[in-house]
Every structure is written in structure tokens, then in C-alpha cells.
């Protein structure tokens, strides 16, 4: 899976550089973070912007960097949604448990606005 990690102030962004999260690339997400968990890293922004399809197992690969980041105490945000992948994350119910934004910006200007409280 190709990925883009970029260790930013009080998170890390992972950046998704492929078109497809199924079930030849998803595992290599989930790697990815699992191993930023362990490191502690507790705050995690996955950015989708350059992926087109995701299916079940994608899904459940988000869904485990989105419990590592609760159980770490920490904020899992979703961004740069694809139309297509927007709609599977609407049909499955993941938008009322998965933080999305628009963008990284906005991800990371949430990020701060959710520390300083």
C-alpha cells in the first residue's frame, strides 16, 4: 500500500496514494496504523482524497484507525471523501460515527479547536 505518513504538530496525517482501498491494499493501511498506535500516536487524519473505490474491507480498515484513536483517548478524523466513497460511508452509517471533513485543513483546524478545550 502506498502511503504518505507526515508527522505533524499534535497528529499525523496519513495520505492514501492510491485509487483503490480493497482487499489487495487495505491490509497495508491497517498496518500502517496499527504501527502509528504503537508508537503513540493518537491522533490520526487519513486523507482519501486520491482513492475512487473502497470497499468492506477498506471500511474496515478506517474502522480500526478509528477505535486505536478512541481507545488511545484520541480524534480519528476522515478526509478528502470521493464522491463514490462518500456514498458507501452514507449507505453503511459510518458518517454518524466517523469524524469527515472536507479537506486536511479543516481536519486539522478541527484537531486544534477539539486540543484547546
Known amino acids: 500500500m502506498s502511503t504518505e505518513i507526515l508527522n505533524k504538530e499534535g497528529y499525523t496525517l496519513v495520505r492514501v496514494n492510491a485509487e483503490r482501498l480493497d482487499t489487495n491494499t487495505a491490509p497495508g493501511l491497517k498496518s500502517e496504523l496499527v504501527v502509528l498506535n504503537n508508537n503513540g500516536v493518537k491522533n490520526i487524519v487519513l486523507d482519501l482524497s486520491q482513492c475512487k473505490y473502497c470497499d468492506s474491507s477498506g471500511l474496515r480498515s478506517v474502522l480500526v484507525g ?52
Open 66 to 117: 478509528n477505535r486505536l484513536c478512541e481507545d488511545a483517548i484520541g480524534t480519528f478524523i476522515l478526509c478528502g471523501l470521493n464522491p463514490d466513497v462518500e456514498h458507501l460511508i452514507r449507505i453503511s452509517m459510518l458518517h454518524t460515527v466517523l469524524l469527515i471533513t472536507k479537506t486536511a485543513n479543516e481536519a486539522e483546524d478541527l484537531l486544534k479547536k477539539k486540543m484547546e478545550m
